[in-house]
Protein backbone atom coordinates (compact mmCIF):
# COMPACT_ATOMS: atom_id res chain seq x y z
CA UNK A 1 0.00 0.00 0.00
CA UNK A 2 1.61 3.35 -0.89
CA UNK A 3 0.64 5.65 2.03
CA UNK A 4 2.56 8.63 3.58
CA UNK A 5 3.11 8.78 7.38
CA UNK A 6 3.61 11.74 9.40
CA UNK A 7 5.34 12.41 12.88
CA UNK A 8 3.25 13.34 15.74
CA UNK A 9 1.88 16.45 17.14
CA UNK A 10 4.19 19.38 18.37
CA UNK A 11 4.04 22.17 20.93
CA UNK A 12 6.18 24.22 21.01
CA UNK A 13 7.62 28.27 22.12
CA UNK A 14 8.29 31.03 20.07
CA UNK A 15 12.16 30.68 18.99
CA UNK A 16 12.62 26.96 19.15
CA UNK A 17 13.46 24.04 16.50
CA UNK A 18 11.17 21.82 14.97
CA UNK A 19 11.75 19.06 12.26
CA UNK A 20 8.72 17.36 11.12
CA UNK A 21 8.92 14.13 9.06
CA UNK A 22 7.04 11.95 6.37
CA UNK A 23 7.61 8.23 6.03
CA UNK A 24 6.82 7.12 2.52
CA UNK A 25 6.16 3.26 1.92
CA UNK A 26 4.49 1.30 -0.84
CA UNK A 27 6.58 2.80 -3.84
CA UNK A 28 10.03 3.99 -4.97
CA UNK A 29 10.92 7.06 -2.48
CA UNK A 30 13.31 8.63 -5.13
CA UNK A 31 10.93 9.40 -8.49
CA UNK A 32 8.30 11.46 -6.94
CA UNK A 33 8.19 14.95 -6.06
CA UNK A 34 6.92 15.53 -2.28
CA UNK A 35 5.17 18.88 -1.32
CA UNK A 36 4.61 20.38 1.44
CA UNK A 37 1.02 22.16 2.49
CA UNK A 38 0.25 24.38 5.25
CA UNK A 39 -3.26 24.82 6.80
CA UNK A 40 -3.88 27.01 9.10
CA UNK A 41 -6.88 26.87 11.88
CA UNK A 42 -9.83 27.30 10.27
CA UNK A 43 -8.16 28.86 6.68
CA UNK A 44 -7.22 27.19 3.30
CA UNK A 45 -4.53 25.15 2.17
CA UNK A 46 -1.22 26.93 1.42
CA UNK A 47 1.81 25.66 -0.82
CA UNK A 48 4.98 25.84 0.51
CA UNK A 49 7.40 23.83 -1.30
CA UNK A 50 8.21 20.64 -3.20
CA UNK A 51 11.30 18.01 -3.09
CA UNK A 52 12.55 15.77 -5.56
CA UNK A 53 14.30 13.08 -3.18
CA UNK A 54 16.35 11.86 -6.59
CA UNK A 55 18.27 14.32 -6.33
CA UNK A 56 17.14 16.85 -4.12
CA UNK A 57 16.01 19.64 -5.35
CA UNK A 58 13.76 21.50 -4.00
CA UNK A 59 11.74 24.96 -4.57
CA UNK A 60 10.13 27.36 -1.78
CA UNK A 61 6.86 29.28 -2.06
CA UNK A 62 8.01 33.15 -2.46
CA UNK A 63 5.81 33.80 0.55
CA UNK A 64 7.40 35.57 3.31
CA UNK A 65 5.77 32.93 5.66
CA UNK A 66 8.09 30.17 3.76
CA UNK A 67 11.03 31.61 1.96
CA UNK A 68 14.18 31.43 4.26
CA UNK A 69 12.20 30.77 7.06
CA UNK A 70 11.59 26.56 6.56
CA UNK A 71 14.26 24.48 4.89
CA UNK A 72 12.58 21.00 3.07
CA UNK A 73 14.76 17.85 2.84
CA UNK A 74 14.33 14.41 2.28
CA UNK A 75 16.44 10.87 3.28
CA UNK A 76 16.82 8.07 0.66
CA UNK A 77 18.27 6.10 3.02
CA UNK A 78 14.85 5.72 5.24
CA UNK A 79 12.40 6.86 2.75
CA UNK A 80 11.63 10.31 4.67
CA UNK A 81 10.67 13.80 3.63
CA UNK A 82 11.08 16.36 6.53
CA UNK A 83 9.86 19.84 7.08
CA UNK A 84 12.09 22.04 9.62
CA UNK A 85 12.32 25.85 11.16
CA UNK A 86 15.22 27.19 12.78
CA UNK A 87 13.19 30.02 14.72
CA UNK A 88 9.60 29.38 15.14
CA UNK A 89 7.09 32.59 15.37
CA UNK A 90 3.02 31.79 16.67
CA UNK A 91 2.08 32.66 12.83
CA UNK A 92 3.35 29.10 12.65
CA UNK A 93 0.60 27.47 14.26
CA UNK A 94 -1.09 24.92 12.01
CA UNK A 95 -1.48 21.35 10.12
CA UNK A 96 0.94 20.75 7.79
CA UNK A 97 0.59 17.94 5.16
CA UNK A 98 2.70 16.56 2.70
CA UNK A 99 1.91 14.61 -0.12
CA UNK A 100 3.45 12.96 -2.95
CA UNK A 101 3.20 13.96 -7.08
CA UNK A 102 0.65 11.84 -8.95
CA UNK A 103 2.81 11.38 -11.58
CA UNK A 104 6.69 8.91 -11.71
CA UNK A 105 8.00 11.96 -13.57
CA UNK A 106 11.02 14.06 -12.77
CA UNK A 107 10.43 16.40 -15.73
CA UNK A 108 6.99 16.45 -15.60
CA UNK A 109 4.34 18.46 -13.12
CA UNK A 110 1.14 16.88 -11.61
CA UNK A 111 -0.74 17.01 -8.56
CA UNK A 112 -1.13 15.16 -5.40
CA UNK A 113 -2.76 11.77 -5.14
CA UNK A 114 -1.13 10.26 -1.81
CA UNK A 115 -1.22 12.62 1.36
CA UNK A 116 0.19 12.10 5.05
CA UNK A 117 -2.83 12.73 7.56
CA UNK A 118 -1.32 16.06 8.75
CA UNK A 119 0.93 16.84 11.61
CA UNK A 120 -0.54 20.08 13.92
CA UNK A 121 2.41 22.31 15.18
CA UNK A 122 1.66 24.91 18.51
CA UNK A 123 3.60 27.28 18.43
CA UNK A 124 2.72 29.19 21.82
CA UNK A 125 4.24 30.99 25.05
CA UNK B 1 2.33 33.98 -8.33
CA UNK B 2 -1.19 32.56 -10.29
CA UNK B 3 -4.29 33.72 -8.40
CA UNK B 4 -6.79 30.83 -7.77
CA UNK B 5 -10.11 32.15 -7.29
CA UNK B 6 -13.45 29.85 -6.43
CA UNK B 7 -16.99 30.56 -6.23
CA UNK B 8 -19.02 30.92 -4.79
CA UNK B 9 -17.20 31.06 -1.12
CA UNK B 10 -19.70 28.60 0.45
CA UNK B 11 -23.46 28.14 -0.38
CA UNK B 12 -26.29 25.88 0.51
CA UNK B 13 -27.80 22.58 -1.06
CA UNK B 14 -30.02 19.55 -1.27
CA UNK B 15 -29.09 15.71 -1.27
CA UNK B 16 -30.10 15.37 -5.19
CA UNK B 17 -29.00 18.78 -6.12
CA UNK B 18 -26.74 19.38 -9.10
CA UNK B 19 -24.09 21.52 -7.68
CA UNK B 20 -21.20 23.73 -10.03
CA UNK B 21 -18.10 25.57 -8.03
CA UNK B 22 -16.17 27.73 -10.46
CA UNK B 23 -12.29 28.21 -10.47
CA UNK B 24 -10.85 31.10 -12.11
CA UNK B 25 -6.65 31.81 -13.00
CA UNK B 26 -5.19 35.00 -13.11
CA UNK B 27 -3.79 33.87 -16.03
CA UNK B 28 -3.21 30.76 -18.71
CA UNK B 29 -3.04 27.53 -16.71
CA UNK B 30 -3.94 25.18 -19.66
CA UNK B 31 -5.28 22.47 -18.63
CA UNK B 32 -2.92 21.91 -15.05
CA UNK B 33 -5.49 21.96 -12.48
CA UNK B 34 -6.65 19.85 -9.69
CA UNK B 35 -9.82 19.75 -7.71
CA UNK B 36 -9.86 18.65 -3.74
CA UNK B 37 -12.53 17.31 -1.75
CA UNK B 38 -11.54 17.92 2.17
CA UNK B 39 -13.69 17.20 4.90
CA UNK B 40 -13.30 18.30 8.67
CA UNK B 41 -10.15 17.03 10.31
CA UNK B 42 -9.11 15.07 7.24
CA UNK B 43 -6.27 15.42 4.98
CA UNK B 44 -7.66 16.64 1.30
CA UNK B 45 -8.55 13.86 -1.22
CA UNK B 46 -7.62 14.55 -5.00
CA UNK B 47 -10.96 14.21 -7.07
CA UNK B 48 -10.04 15.37 -10.36
CA UNK B 49 -6.59 16.47 -12.25
CA UNK B 50 -5.38 17.49 -15.14
CA UNK B 51 -8.70 19.83 -15.52
CA UNK B 52 -10.93 17.07 -16.32
CA UNK B 53 -9.54 13.52 -15.64
CA UNK B 54 -11.74 11.71 -12.69
CA UNK B 55 -9.27 9.98 -9.84
CA UNK B 56 -9.40 6.30 -9.62
CA UNK B 57 -11.99 5.24 -6.88
CA UNK B 58 -13.56 8.74 -7.09
CA UNK B 59 -17.59 8.41 -7.87
CA UNK B 60 -18.51 9.18 -11.32
CA UNK B 61 -21.06 12.29 -10.28
CA UNK B 62 -17.98 14.42 -9.81
CA UNK B 63 -17.02 15.43 -13.25
CA UNK B 64 -14.56 18.61 -13.77
CA UNK B 65 -14.61 20.67 -17.41
CA UNK B 66 -12.52 23.77 -18.83
CA UNK B 67 -8.98 24.97 -19.36
CA UNK B 68 -6.96 28.48 -19.54
CA UNK B 69 -7.94 30.32 -17.18
CA UNK B 70 -12.13 29.03 -16.79
CA UNK B 71 -12.72 25.96 -14.91
CA UNK B 72 -15.57 24.02 -12.90
CA UNK B 73 -16.19 21.39 -10.58
CA UNK B 74 -19.93 19.85 -10.96
CA UNK B 75 -21.28 17.11 -8.60
CA UNK B 76 -24.49 16.00 -10.59
CA UNK B 77 -26.44 14.54 -7.49
CA UNK B 78 -25.02 15.87 -4.20
CA UNK B 79 -25.48 12.86 -1.44
CA UNK B 80 -24.80 13.34 1.97
CA UNK B 81 -20.88 12.25 2.13
CA UNK B 82 -20.27 15.10 -0.77
CA UNK B 83 -20.82 17.82 2.11
CA UNK B 84 -16.78 19.55 2.71
CA UNK B 85 -15.09 22.31 1.16
CA UNK B 86 -13.44 21.98 -2.32
CA UNK B 87 -10.05 23.31 -3.56
CA UNK B 88 -8.89 23.99 -6.89
CA UNK B 89 -4.79 24.05 -7.18
CA UNK B 90 -3.00 24.81 -10.43
CA UNK B 91 0.07 22.79 -11.27
CA UNK B 92 1.36 24.87 -14.05
CA UNK B 93 4.51 26.58 -12.83
CA UNK B 94 5.86 27.22 -9.52
CA UNK B 95 4.52 28.82 -6.96
CA UNK B 96 1.73 26.09 -6.85
CA UNK B 97 -1.45 27.64 -5.52
CA UNK B 98 -4.78 26.89 -4.42
CA UNK B 99 -8.15 28.53 -4.08
CA UNK B 100 -9.66 29.82 -1.34
CA UNK B 101 -12.12 27.14 -1.18
CA UNK B 102 -16.02 26.08 -1.35
CA UNK B 103 -17.48 25.04 1.64
CA UNK B 104 -20.47 22.83 0.55
CA UNK B 105 -23.24 22.89 3.56
CA UNK B 106 -26.49 21.00 3.59
CA UNK B 107 -29.82 23.11 3.30
Known amino acids: EVQLVQSGAEVKKPGESLKISCKASGYRFTNYWIGWVRQMP ?7 GIIYPGDSDTRYSPSPSFQGRVTISADKSITTASL ?4 LEASDTAVYY ?10 ETSTYDIWGQGTMVTVSS | AIRMTQSPSS ?4 PGDRVTITCRASRDIDIYLAWFQQKS ?3 PKLLIYDATLLES ?6 SGNGSGTDFTLTISRLQSEDFA ?3 CQHYYTYPETFG ?7 K
Open chain 1, 42 to 48: GKGLEWM
Open chain 1, 84 to 87: QWSS
Open chain 1, 98 to 107: CARRNREARW
Open chain 2, 11 to 14: FSAS
Open chain 2, 41 to 43: GKA
Open chain 2, 57 to 62: GVPSRF
Open chain 2, 85 to 87: TYY
Open chain 2, 100 to 106: QGTKVEI
